[in-house]
């Protein structure tokens, strides 16, 4: 079975902090993505990426970078926290060329900035 | 633009009772597929359809692509409080490169 492992469960940080999710798929996967899930607003697009080193902005980019230096592992960088970031976010993978293909999801990153 | 839209936003059943839950597209759906979440969980893949028409089973849960390719419904049959949580429906649609979801639906099984 494909596994995507999101580095923390929970996190909690303060306003300002540099913030780094991390996020590893074991299947080879070429598309990554990061996701932010909240009450009334359902799962929003942050970033993805369908290739090393490539990345796309998704629906709301704004406060957050991406890094991908191995095609395994994507990084969600929040440059400097702040309280509208409290949120859970969620990384998922596929594979192809094809957008159309299953997602794969992580079990979620639960984040609290104060 | 929210282009999903999910109905109900929640839901309350009786144990073995049946349930339906919607999601419903403004644009032609060129793939839907069902997740299901734990509260504070990751989503897990449930089904997904592709032809207008379709229709799959698994278990006690059945979801349905309508002819048109705008709307599907998932229903359970007979439910369990196996059954609560939230379920989200997630499609791409022409024009986007990539998997937008609905809102949810929560679903809650009382004993």
């Known amino acids: 079975d494909v596994k995507v492992t999101q580095s923390s469960r929970y996190l909690v940080k303060r306003t300002g902090e540099k913030v780094f999710l991390e996020c590893v798929q074991d299947?080879?996967?070429?598309?990554m993505f990061w996701y932010r899930q909240d009450p009334g607003l359902g799962l929003r697009l942050i970033y993805f990426?369908?290739?090393?080193?490539?990345?796309e902005k998704g629906d709301i980019p704004e406060g957050y970078s991406v890094s991908r230096e191995k095609k395994e592992r994507f990084s969600l960088i929040l440059e400097s926290a702040s309280t509208n970031q409290t949120s859970m976010y969620l990384c998922?993978?596929?594979?192809?060329?094809?957008?159309?293909?299953?997602?794969?999801f992580g079990s979620g990153t639960q984040l609290s900035v104060l | 633009s929210q282009e999903l839209e999910q109905s109900p936003q929640s839901l309350i059943v009786q144990e073995g009772k049946n349930l339906t839950i919607n999601c419903t597209s403004s644009?032609?759906?060129?793939?839907l597929y069902w997740y299901k979440q734990k509260y504070g969980e990751g989503l897990i893949f449930l089904m997904m359809?592709?032809?207008?028409?379709e229709e799959k089973s698994h278990e006690k849960i059945t979801a349905k692509l309508d002819e048109k390719k705008q709307q599907s419904s998932l229903h359970i049959t007979a439910s369990q409080p196996s059954h609560a949580g939230i379920y989200l429906c997630?499609?791409?649609?022409?024009?986007?490169?990539?998997?937008?979801f609905g809102k949810g639906n929560q679903v809650v099984v009382i004993p």
């Open positions: 299947m080879d996967h070429e598309n």
């Open positions: 359809l592709q032809k207008g028409g």
């Open positions: 998922a993978s596929s594979s192809g060329t094809d957008y159309n293909e299953k997602l794969f």
């Open positions: 644009k032609t759906l060129y793939g």
């Open positions: 990426s369908y290739d090393v080193k490539m990345k």
């Open positions: 997630g499609a791409v649609t022409n024009g986007n490169n990539r998997l937008a």
